[in-house]
T-cell receptor, first 111, second 114 residues
Framework: SQTIHQWPATLVQPVGSPLSLECTVE??????LYWYRQAAGRGLQLLFY??????ISSEVPQNLSASRPQDRQFILSSKKLLLSDSGFYLC??????????FGPGTRLTVT | DQQVKQNSPSLSVQEGRISILNCDYT??????FLWYKKYPAEGPTFLIS?????DKNEDGRFTVFLNKSAKHLSLHIVPSQPGDSAVYFC?????????????FGTGTLLAVQP
């Protein structure tokens, strides 16, 4: 069966510090991968998606970047965090079917 | 411009009764719709989906109805249980493309009272 991992679960970072969130998927090959953010009281906003190694598409201009160094690894990064980067970050994967399956999420608080 | 809308931010229902969660969309090119359930501090979990070629899909206590002419879908939960208390998101997939990108609504918080 497939599983998706995200870490860390929670993170408190000062403004201007760097960020690296990691997501890995097990039990499937060549998945589509996605990064979402849920801000307080808001829906799920798609940030990045990837259909293969090194292939990243950005949905919204922002202070964040994503990379896919391996088939089942997806990384969300920032060089300098802003207060507005606070939120709940979710990684998801999908295969040929339309359903996306989400990881447990990372709660990021920028202080 | 929000393409998928959940106009009710919250809903309260008595245990054993029916819960009806609603979702409206604006893009007639959406061809697949999904419902997700989310508990606090957890990732959403997939509940049920429906293709645009159908008007109803049922899975146990959960039924999704699609009205294409009204661009409206709803999720019915019968009977409602306290464990169903969570935020429910509807999502839509656009026609074509290899990415299976989904557009999510803002969610409805369901509270099932014992």
């Amino acid at each position: 069966s497939q599983t998706i991992h995200q870490w860390p679960a929670t993170l408190v970072q000062p403004v201007g510090s760097p960020l690296s969130l990691e997501c890995t998927v097990e039990g499937t090959s060549n998945p589509n991968l996605y990064w979402y953010r849920q801000a307080a009281g808001r829906g799920l906003q798609l940030l990045f998606y990837s259909v293969g190694i090194g292939q990243i598409s950005s949905e919204v201009p922002q202070n964040l970047s994503a990379s896919r160094p391996q088939d089942r690894q997806f990384i969300l990064s920032s060089k300098k965090l802003l207060l507005s980067d606070s939120g709940f970050y979710l990684c998801a994967w999908s295969s040929m079917a339309y359903e996306q399956y989400f990881g447990p999420g990372t709660r990021l608080t920028v202080t | 411009d929000q393409q998928v809308k959940q106009n009710s931010p919250s809903l309260s229902v008595q245990e054993g009764r029916i819960s009806i969660l609603n979702c409206d969309y604006t893009n007639s090119m959406f061809d697949y719709f999904l419902w997700y359930k989310k508990y606090p501090a957890e990732g959403p979990t997939f509940l049920i989906s429906i293709s645009s070629i159908k008007d109803k899909n049922e899975d146990g206590r959960f039924t999704v109805f699609l009205n294409k002419s009204a661009k409206h879908l709803s999720l019915h939960i019968v009977p409602s249980q306290p464990g169903d208390s969570a935020v429910y998101f509807c999502a839509a997939k656009g026609y074509g493309g290899a990415t299976n990108k989904l557009i999510f609504g803002t969610g409805t918080l369901l509270a099932v009272q014992p």
